[in-house]
């Protein structure tokens, strides 16, 4: 039998993602069972950034520049990259 029509025998289907640019594609599925999994933007397979240029582990397109200086006024601790500090007048 082959319900499908596709030329491989039901009992010799294998079922699998078909989309080669998944992280989970498999080569020697016959069938796709719609189990394709693909890496976040700017992500690879593992995880790991694309694209992070200051290497400072943080995604380029996720960089969020700000103070990071924790003496500053303006100090923003989600800061990735560094910004402008506003540092408090001497009194």
Do not use: K
């Not at 397109?61 to 303006?74: I, P, S, V």
């Amino acid at each position: 039998m082959d319900n499908d029509n596709d030329q491989i025998w039901d009992a010799d289907e294998i079922q699998g993602c078909l989309d080669p640019v998944a992280c989970n594609f498999d080569a020697t599925a016959t069938d796709s069972n719609n189990s394709c999994v693909y890496a976040g933007s700017g992500l690879d397979c593992a995880g790991n950034c694309l694209f992070d240029v200051d290497a400072n582990g943080t995604c380029d397109e996720l960089d969020l520049a700000g103070c990071m200086d924790e003496t500053a006024c303006n100090y923003n601790e989600n800061a990735t990259q560094e910004g402008d500090c506003i540092q408090a007048a001497a009194g």
